[in-house]
């Protein structure tokens, strides 16, 4: 699997090797890591790779973990990615998180547009993500990436982002 690549990042796809060195909270090979790098949701989110690669499911890439990665210097600031294959309707549901020193700075919505875009092109027709009614920037990197409010309960608010055939629509 290749990396995902825009103007200022790399989505590299988790591996077996990334994941044990997440959980271990040490870098693996050439890997570099921001301060705050891995938060506890990226070593969650490893543990979670690490089952899934090990369960009956095998690797789930593409639609598994990546590593969001500034160009500039190589360093892991958090991570995105796919809860999973496509379910039989063509739709997914995604998460990210980035540390708090790369926050504020627009990498979020640069890296779930570049994996929305990716979805697409993988045939996906609609993408799924939620967050807490506090989290404000959360909701402003989902609808600047192109996502829109469909519903909310109690707890979250959720968005979503469907399309045809047509390449403008993201």
Request: aromatic residues 8%; proline residues 6%.
């Amino acid at each position: 699997m290749e990396c995902l690549v825009t103007p200022r990042l790399v989505l590299h796809p988790m591996s077996v090797e990334d994941a044990l060195a997440l959980v271990a909270e040490e870098p693996g090979g050439n890997a570099g890591w921001a301060p705050g790098y891995p938060t506890e949701a990226d070593t969650a989110g490893a543990r979670r790779y690490l089952e899934t690669c090990e369960g009956t499911g095998g690797d789930p890439q593409p639609f598994g973990a990546y590593e969001i990665r500034r160009r500039e210097d190589g360093r892991a600031i958090g991570g995105l990615g796919f809860h999973g294959a496509p379910d039989l309707d063509g739709t997914v549901t995604i998460g990210y998180g980035l540390v708090p020193s790369a926050q504020g700075h627009g990498y979020a919505t640069e890296a779930l547009r570049a994996l929305l875009l990716f979805a697409r092109d993988q045939g996906v027709t609609r993408v799924k993500g939620d967050t807490a009614h506090d989290n404000i920037a959360s909701q402003r990197v989902m609808t600047a990436a192109g996502m829109s409010l469909v519903a909310q309960d109690a707890w979250l608010k959720y968005y979503a982002v469907e399309w045809a055939d047509d390449p403008d629509d993201l």
